[in-house]
């Protein structure tokens, strides 16, 4: 069901019918008790989303309702099936519209050993697409099927297979936007309260639900991972005082590291886990320690392995590090000062101010190597945690010019061994096929930062994973 906490949810509204209630089972004389009873169904225009509307139905005895839509030569849709579970009211989001357009909604009542039935047709017009929002395209042939989502400068937006825009959100960031899909069912986008340093969860409609964050700490911008039970890994940032006067820098600076918490879903700290306990000043160059201010780690990813540890993307320290999640000690450090990991395979034999890590598989993991200089590679290496190598088993770049300098992301998918990739202020996001080659890529994007891409399965949440 969805949240009925919105304030401009209709819960009784009306589109024309008699006072007198319509019974759509009363030709069934055979069936015993009450007669499943459709009582109003109306239509209203998302407050937050011009391409996207809210179907409030209300009826007794029946299971669930979906809403059929078409519009002209639009190919018609059909929502999944939204269960009334014990409520009089429900609101069905139908989602993906197209711009401009007059739609036909028909309300489709189920109930078990019944027929389907119509129950009404409403009438919705479409709205325009706001300014800010690009109107991309799309080239390749072997893309995965489902959506893209895209955290632009104005607002999350999320496109289909041909570049065509079916979500968005406006919510301008100065810095980016940090826009994900959860395994939980829900959206979640920096900022959007008082505090931007805390992660606003939302709907599939873009309304706002509530908000989560770090225990004690400020929560970093880059990367939250919500588990399907609700629980979530967060990246925070802890200061602590340094004397660095040894190193050229202040004899009281600041020193900001990351710190790792895995955060139960009703608040409580289950995990926790902190650079500076673990690692040392000199990790690294000690150019970058003559300072009054030091950003150490800078945290950017955190992804949970097969086996329950997690991994972290250290972008300042150009280092993945393993955690044990039992122990907390380091399993492995892969690249940088302190690497632990024997690179094989690779003609760069580095990587550094990396984005994205994700686990690939048993022993893989997956990141953009963004690098000092171009060209930017997707990455995919797998470890040997005995032999303590790591070879590098897939590489691409999107051309030999092309660097993300900042921000960037990427994704694995199991079911084909297609690989996504945003390259960050480069304005690129590419899917390739499990050999490397270029199946898809966004067009029309050029100059514009995409902090992270994501595909999704289904705008809907019952059907939606990571």
């Not at 039935?117 to 893309?143: H, K, M, Q, R, Y």
């Not at 999107?398 to 084909?416: E, H, I, K, T």
Request: glycine share 10%.
């Amino acid at each position: 069901m969805i949240s009925p906490a919105r304030p401009w949810k209709r819960w009784w509204a009306t589109v024309g019918f008699p006072a007198c209630l319509i019974v759509l089972a009363c030709a069934d004389s055979t069936e015993p008790g009450p007669a499943p009873t459709f009582y109003s169904a109306s239509v209203e225009a998302n407050p937050v989303n011009t391409i996207s509307a809210i179907v409030s139905v209300e009826a007794a005895r029946f299971d669930s309702v979906r809403v059929r839509y078409f519009a002209g030569a639009v190919p018609e849709q059909l929502t999944p099936g939204f269960s009334f579970e014990g409520d009089s009211t429900i609101e069905v989001p139908v989602l993906g519209l197209d711009t401009a357009s007059e739609y036909s909604f028909e309300v489709i009542l189920t109930r078990a050993g019944r027929p389907d039935d119509i129950a009404d047709t409403l009438a919705f017009s479409s709205g325009s697409l706001p300014e800010w929002v690009p109107l991309s395209g799309a080239a390749g042939s072997n893309a995965t099927p489902g959506y893209v989502l895209l955290g632009y400068p104005e607002g999350p937006v999320i496109v289909d297979n041909t570049g065509k825009v079916v979500w968005y959100k406006t919510s301008p960031d100065p810095i980016l936007n940090s826009f994900h899909a959860h395994a939980n069912g829900r959206y979640s986008l920096l900022g959007l309260q008082d505090d931007p340093r805390q992660f606003t969860l939302l709907d599939e409609l873009g309304a706002e639900l509530n908000t989560i964050a770090c225990v004690g700490f400020s929560t970093r911008p880059h990367d939250i991972l919500i588990l399907q039970g609700g629980d979530y890994w967060a990246l925070c940032d802890e200061d602590r005082i340094f004397d660095l006067s040894a190193f050229g820098g202040s004899p009281n600076a600041t020193v900001t590291a990351t710190v790792i918490q895995h955060i139960s879903a009703s608040g409580g700290l289950l995990f926790q886990w902190k650079v500076l306990d673990h690692f040392e000043i000199t990790d690294i160059p000690a150019d970058q320690l003559n300072a009054n201010v030091v950003n150490f780690s800078h945290g950017n990813a955190v992804d949970v392995t097969p086996d329950g540890d997690v991994i972290v993307s250290f972008r300042n320290l150009n280092e993945i590090t393993k955690i044990d999640t039992e122990t907390g000690q380091v399993v492995w450090r892969f690249g940088g000062l302190r690497n632990q990991l024997e690179f094989v395979g690779d003609p760069k034999g580095s990587f550094e101010r990396q984005h994205g890590v994700r686990v690939a598989g048993p022993n893989e993991i997956q990141f953009l190597d963004n690098s000092e200089t171009p060209p930017s590679r997707l990455v995919r290496y797998s470890i040997d945690e005995e032999a303590l190598t790591a070879t590098l088993i897939f590489a691409f770049a999107d051309a030999p010019d092309v660097l993300a300098a900042v921000g960037g992301n990427s994704q694995y998918y199991p079911s084909n061994g297609h690989a996504l990739v945003s390259f960050g202020r480069a304005g690129r996001v590419v899917e390739t096929d499990a050999s490397g080659v270029r199946a898809w890529e966004l067009t029309g994007i050029d100059g514009l930062y995409v902090f992270r891409a994501q595909r999704i399965p289904s705008l809907y949440f019952p059907g939606r994973t990571p």
